[in-house]
């Protein structure tokens, strides 16, 4: 398709287990971001990444997010030992490129992750 | 610190006008965007302001003001659909995005 795709739409995990999360971003976009919106709490980036087949560069937060990008259109966001803390909407974007001040965003619909 | 604020929520009747605010406090600045989200959707773009003044696109226009950080997505002849959440959010120096916690926008008839 034209748009950014996530799967799965809806994830249940136990507490204390590993989860990953994927994103198919647009053709051709260079920077690809992940970033996790709680309600009345807005969205927090959790990483993002440049050009292909790199690890995630931000770094934040670290620990247990990470991101895998194994094609240039492609990013898996790992979360290792997930808390009830994690719930939350995991959004995915991507965008042509970083530096251009016009740094428009397109977004998946989001994985809504529930930890028990 | 980076922060962004702006209205938790607002209401508005069908066929009015309602202006959302925006204040922003980032290291840095590279622009201004207004995204709408629906409940259960992805944000989908809406505008950007890098410049100051008011920029107009149909029914939605976006005004910035640098000097003072602020910002606000004003709606004309609003129709039930525009009902949903309104997230502003400010690219910093590293041209990432810092993002506001939305404003929740409930048009009545």
């Known amino acids: 398709g034209a748009g950014v795709s996530q799967s799965p739409r809806y994830k249940v995990a136990k507490r204390g287990r590993d989860v990953a999360l994927r994103c198919d971003s647009i053709?051709?976009?260079?920077?690809l971001y992940w970033y996790r919106q709680t309600l009345g709490q807005g969205s927090e980036v959790l990483t993002y990444?440049?050009?292909?087949?790199?690890?995630?560069k931000s770094g934040r937060p670290s620990g247990r997010f990470s991101a895998e990008r194994p094609e240039r259109s492609v990013s898996t966001l790992k979360i290792q030992r997930t808390e009830q803390g994690d719930s939350a909407v995991y959004l995915c974007?991507?965008?042509?490129?970083?530096?251009?001040?016009?740094?428009?965003?397109?977004f998946g619909a989001g994985t809504r992750l529930s930890v028990l | 610190g980076q922060n962004i604020d702006q209205p938790t929520e607002m209401t508005a009747t069908e066929g009015a006008i309602v202006q959302i605010n925006c204040t922003y406090q980032?290291?840095?600045?590279?622009?201004l965007f207004w995204y709408q989200q629906h409940a259960g959707e992805a944000p989908t773009f809406l505008s950007y302001?890098?410049l100051d003044g008011l920029e107009e696109k149909g029914r939605f226009s976006s005004f910035l003001s640098r000097s003072k950080g602020y910002s606000y997505l004003l709606l004309k002849e609003l129709q039930m659909k525009d009902s949903a959440s309104y997230l502003c959010?400010?690219?910093?120096?590293?041209?990432?995005?810092?993002w506001g916690a939305g404003t929740k926008l409930i048009i009545k008839p």
């Open positions: 302001n890098v």
């Open positions: 974007a991507s965008s042509v490129w970083t530096g251009l001040a016009k740094n428009i965003q397109y």
């Open positions: 980032t290291s840095g600045f590279n622009g």
């Open positions: 990444s440049q050009s292909d087949a790199q690890r995630d």
């Open positions: 959010a400010a690219l910093d120096s590293n041209y990432q995005l810092i």
């Open positions: 053709s051709g976009h260079v920077t």
